[in-house]
């Protein structure tokens, strides 16, 4: 239904204006953090896992061996713990959002700062996963390492926390989980020589894109590695 606004009603006019404004971003939020958030953290883990062949080689044998050559069941996704690792690791060390923000419902004293009702105040995801003292060597991509890391409720939030978590984080980890699943048996992506440099607010991208080869999964992990350039190598230690 399309409603007719007069403009010698500013009123009615303005009301418009916010409704259409509030439509707009109830639109965009879908986009922003279902499509976007997904995307991005499956583009950081090829990109990883093209600089990292043993991970790489690991990864495509549990998949091998688990699924046999059909698409993952929610069931086999459980039996799959380097694919859950790899992705923890991804979105820790390149969380697709970096970071997050609130609005202080009452005056507050946090760290010795007085924060008045009505602040926002902004917290860096992408700085609690690089904390040394939570995460040993935090730019090193090392899924290993969540064998034994078992973070706290706000020392590990690529999907936020708290009451506002994020609702989709299930669906997400389930949706990249079987994606990489169906695509790392089938081709092996071969990472060109480029400069990437991480884009974008509130969700962090490849500036850009990234510039690799679709091979047939022909287990040459060691191809592509090394020559990637760019701030991205302010994030992660990557190969020369």
């Known amino acids: 239904m399309i409603e007719t606004i007069s403009t010698s009603d500013p009123m009615r006019v303005a009301r418009g204006v916010m409704r259409a404004m509030k439509l707009l971003g109830h639109v965009g939020s879908p986009f922003a953090a279902g ?7 499956l583009t950081w883990t090829l990109l990883l896992l093209s600089q990292h062949p043993q991970v790489a080689s690991d990864l495509v044998d549990e998949l091998e061996g688990e699924l046999r050559g059909e698409p993952p069941t929610v069931e086999q996704l459980g039996r799959l713990p380097l694919l859950e690792n790899v ?66 409720t706000y020392e590990y939030i690529p999907f936020n926390a708290g009451p506002r978590r994020c609702i989709g ?33 509130p969700v962090i991208s490849p500036k850009g894109g990234l510039q690799m080869v679709v091979h047939r999964q022909d287990r040459r992990f060691g191809r592509g590695v090394g020559g990637i350039r760019g701030n991205v190598r302010e994030m992660v230690k990557l190969p020369a």
């Open 87 to 152: 992705l923890k690791e991804s979105m820790r060390i390149i969380p697709p959002a970096p970071v997050t923000w609130r609005r202080a419902a009452h005056s507050i004293e946090v760290g010795g700062y007085e924060i008045p009702e009505g602040t926002e105040v902004y917290a860096s995801i992408y700085e609690t996963h690089h904390m040394p003292e939570l995460y040993p060597e935090p730019e090193r991509f090392d899924p290993g390492r969540w064998e034994t890391t078992d973070p706290g």
């Open 35 to 41: 499509h976007e958030t997904s995307g991005n953290a």
């Open 169 to 201: 984080a299930s669906f997400a980890m389930m949706e990249i989980k079987v994606v990489l699943a169906v695509l790392l048996r089938r081709y092996r992506l071969e990472s060109l020589p480029q400069k990437v440099d991480r884009f974008g607010f």
